[in-house]
Nanobody
Framework: QVQLVESGGGLVQPGGSLRLSCAAS????????IGWFRQAPGKEREGVSC????????YYADSVKGRFTISRDNAKNTVYLQMNSLKPEDTAVYYC????????????????????WGQGTQVTVSS
């Protein structure tokens, strides 16, 4: 059974940092494309970053480029999203997701392509 569990969200001041974790079970990170998405109140879910397991290539939305970094730890079967220089507009529920059809992530990441989702973790950036 494929399962994704996010953790690491919380309340942080503008300019601060958080690291989100996404622990995967039931599959290997080597097999699926992995994406991080976020959804702010009243807005559609948007792709923030994704990772192609085939070659390790990454993608970042313009809004987070240079501030967020996606990485993985194969030994722990876990994907991370390091978020630095956080802004109030980064406030959202963050989700990790897996696309079981391919190890090559479509860019920008599309919600409809990802079949497996975590429960989400709240990130609030506020002073």
């Amino acid at each position: 059974q494929v399962q994704l569990v996010e953790s690491g969200g919380g309340l942080v001041q503008p300019g601060g940092s958080l690291r989100l974790s996404c622990a995967a079970s039931g599959f290997s990170l080597d097999d699926f494309a992995i994406g991080w998405f976020r959804q702010a109140p009243g807005k559609e879910r948007e792709g923030v970053s994704c990772f192609s397991s085939s070659d390790g290539s990454t993608y970042y939305a313009d809004s987070v480029k240079g501030r967020f970094t996606i990485s993985r730890d194969n030994a722990k079967n876990t994907v991370y999203l390091q978020m630095n220089s956080l802004k109030p507009e980064d406030t959202a529920v963050y989700y990790c997701a897996a696309d079981p059809r391919t190890a090559v992530a479509t860019v920008p990441p599309e919600v409809a392509l990802y079949d497996y989702w975590g429960q989400g973790t709240q990130v609030t950036v506020s002073s």
